[in-house]
């Protein structure tokens, strides 16, 4: 019986402020997007200073809750702490045991050299948020609402993703 691969999609930004991080997750939610496809990774000091902007409504924070509820800590090799959406966790876990990534340098060895890209953000202070989408459509949407606030270029990703045994 053979086993069938599933395609992993990521689409990246990254954000330098609490304003844009947190409107561009409602917008997503807003979109139809599920909290458990909305990540978030940082330093453990940058999440806390990144609050409820006074931007954001308190039933668009509430909304937020999932999002924020689902972060932890996330041990990260001998690095500062960091923490992490759960959701997030499980999908990057399944991208390392992928067999294999559709372009680019990504792919058992390369995500390494991804978390390195990232890791740069973190230490400067700025906040990682990564979707997971379905469809190629709905990583298209994804990507194009994080191009419209991240303050830097968007990385999007696709993966073949083996299935655990």
């Keep these: 019986m053979s086993v069938q691969a599933r395609k992993a999609r990521l689409s990246i930004g990254v954000f330098d402020s609490g304003d844009k991080l947190w409107s561009t997750a409602v917008k997503l939610l807003e979109l139809g997007f599920a909290p458990d496809q909305i990540g978030i990774v940082s330093l453990e000091s940058t999440f806390e200073s990144a609050g409820r902007p006074q931007t954001i409504s308190e039933s668009d924070w509430a909304r937020l809750a999932v999002i924020i509820d689902a972060v932890e ?93």
């Design 73 to 165: 800590p996330f041990v990260h090799g001998s690095g500062p702490p960091l923490l992490a959406s759960r959701g997030l966790i499980r999908h990057l876990i399944q991208v390392d045991r992928g067999v294999s990534a559709r372009s680019g340098p990504i792919g058992a060895s390369g995500n390494r050299e991804l978390g390195m890209r990232l890791d740069e953000h973190m230490l400067a202070g700025e906040i990682i948020l990564a979707v997971a989408s379905d469809s190629r459509e709905q990583q298209w949407l994804s990507t194009r609402i994080l191009l419209e606030q991240s303050n830097h270029p968007v990385q999007t990703h696709e993966f073949k993703v083996c299935p655990s045994h």
